[in-house]
């Protein structure tokens, strides 16, 4: 059987990733595995692209491999995704699954990129394996390659695979918004928001969205449109910033990132739906915002967003731009879309962003940013030797707050179990536990 790889990982030949598919492909020598670059090979993909269509015309199964990059797959398979949807290639009914390598930061939302993709092309898509970056060197990891792919052979044989999604008959079909007159320019307000956009001259929709933002809200607001910045190329996953957090590319994106949008006290994130996801673009620009690292150097700072599609679509989005907005420290302000009543939508997004600038409103982390940053604490303190700006960045900002520190509540967790464990002391406890547990509360509403 005819196997295609994918490697999505800029890194090409060197990915991580890529080396579970060799594995593999020593335990099936009768199968013939192809694999094509295509994350190296963005450039010459866009000049031509009929090596990529005669690799996935012939394959038998397509197996997507890549690093996990920012919540999803990396900028180069994003691009590369555009331009196997945009060629009209007929893959229906072809197998296809994916393999990942990631510290399990939000593999999740990057596997589900990549179905949905598929599953647009009406592919047969067998749920794929997230694998931590060092699973290959241990017996463990080595097994579970070895069953993922056994399992998808036999997912193969007896025609197994994710079921299409059923489109809904409520799409929402987008509505023009209209920008409102005689307002205030926005050269005369107070304050510094900066909106980050990859706005296309022809999108007049999302032009329009961003006008009437920038009338309605009270503060000052500029426009970057990343489609505009000189990129040389997406981010190359080569750790040359870890230290100094200085980018290995000449076009001086770190520092026009650090002087030009993160100065600024909000930020507002502007595009339209492409492929599931922000689009390429987007994509190119966040992956570059590696060079800060894993560091939240944004903490504190307000977000919002203006989208135009079917944003009530697009479930895993929706999780990413939360997650975003919680692993960063940031509030979400709102998601302004144009699909119901986008004026009231915009106009409601910049008031709860207003306010939140006004009284510094900083609301606790839910799950999406303390589990995020659980495996971001963990992961730098294990790496500190060479991310060195991460974690000067962690300690000073107390971001290594390991449990294993709180020693006193440890001992008196010690002293409660091994009180509840003795049938006759828990019994004459009664609801004691409960009121002592209540007691510090008490005590702060008596103060109050």
């Given at each position: ?12 030949q060197?990915?991580i ?7 593999l492909?020593?335990?099936c ?6 694999v ?8 010459a ?7 990529a269509?005669?690799a996935?015309?012939?394959a038998?199964?397509?197996i997507?491999s ?6 999803i ?18 893959l229906k ?6 393999l ?15 179905q949905d ?5 009406e592919?047969?898509?067998?749920r ?20 993922f ?14 079921e ?6 409520q799409v ?12 205030k ?8 928001v900066?909106?980050?956009t990859?706005c ?18 009270p503060?000052k ?5 990343i489609?505009e910045y ?12 870890a ?5 290995i ?19 507002v994130?502007?595009?339209?739906i ?12 966040d ?5 800060n ?9 307000p977000?919002g ?6 944003y009530s ?15 960063g420290?940031n ?11 986008p ?7 910049a ?7 006004e009284?510094?409103?900083i ?9 995020g ?6 992961l ?24 294993q520190?709180?020693w006193?509540?440890?001992l008196?967790m ?5 009180l ?26 008596e103060?109050?």
């Amino acid at each position: 059987m005819k196997i295609l790889v994918l490697n999505g990982s800029p890194k090409g030949q060197y990915s991580i990733t890529l080396q579970t598919i060799h594995y593999l492909q020593k335990l099936c020598p009768k199968h013939e595995f192809e694999v094509l670059h295509v994350g190296q090979r963005t450039k010459a993909l866009e000049k031509d692209f009929t090596p990529a269509l005669e690799a996935v015309t012939k394959a038998k199964l397509i197996i997507f491999s890549y690093p996990v990059y920012t919540f999803i797959a990396p900028y180069q398979l994003h691009r590369f995704m555009e331009l196997l949807k945009a060629s009209g290639v007929n893959l229906k009914g072809k197998f296809v699954t994916q393999l990942t390598t990631s510290k399990h930061f939000y593999d999740v939302t990057a596997h589900r990129y990549i179905q949905d993709n598929c599953q647009d092309m009406e592919m047969k898509f067998i749920r794929g394996l997230s694998a931590d970056m060092d699973d290959l060197l241990t017996k463990k990891g080595q097994k579970e390659a070895k069953e993922f792919l056994k399992f998808v052979f036999w997912s193969m044989k007896n025609n197994v695979y994710e079921e299409l999604p059923v489109k809904s008959e409520q799409v929402v079909q987008t509505k023009p918004v209209e920008v409102p007159e005689n307002v205030k320019g926005t050269e005369e307000k107070p304050g510094d928001v900066v909106i980050v956009t990859d706005c296309e001259k022809e999108n007049t929709q999302l032009q329009n969205m961003i006008a009437r933002f920038r009338n309605v809200f009270p503060r000052k607001t500029r426009v970057v449109n990343i489609r505009e910045y000189p990129f040389i190329g997406g981010c190359l996953g080569c750790f040359s910033c870890a230290v100094s957090g200085k980018c290995i590319y000449i076009d001086k994106f770190d520092e026009f990132l650090r002087n030009e949008i993160q100065t600024a006290e909000s930020i507002v994130y502007a595009f339209s739906i492409k492929d599931h996801s922000m689009g390429a673009q987007f994509k190119l620009y966040d992956d570059r915002q590696f060079c800060n690292g894993h560091r939240t150097v944004t903490m504190g700072m307000p977000f919002g967003y203006l989208v135009s599609g079917n944003y009530s679509e697009e479930r895993n989005l929706q999780m990413i731009l939360e997650a975003r907005a919680q692993v960063g420290g940031n509030f979400l302000a709102g998601v302004a879309t144009d699909e119901v009543n986008p004026d009231d939508s915009i106009d409601k997004m910049a008031a709860a962003l207003n306010y939140a600038l006004e009284h510094k409103y900083i609301p606790p982390q839910n799950f999406y940013g303390i589990g995020g940053m659980k495996i971001f604490r963990d992961l730098i303190w294990i790496m500190q030797g060479m991310m060195k700006a991460d974690h000067k960045f962690y300690k000073a900002h107390g971001q290594y707050d390991f449990p294993q520190k709180q020693w006193a509540t440890m001992l008196k967790m010690y002293l409660v179990g091994g009180l509840i464990s003795n049938p006759k002391i828990k019994a004459k406890m009664g609801n004691a536990m409960n009121e002592g547990m209540l007691m510090p509360y008490k005590k702060l509403l008596e103060e109050k």
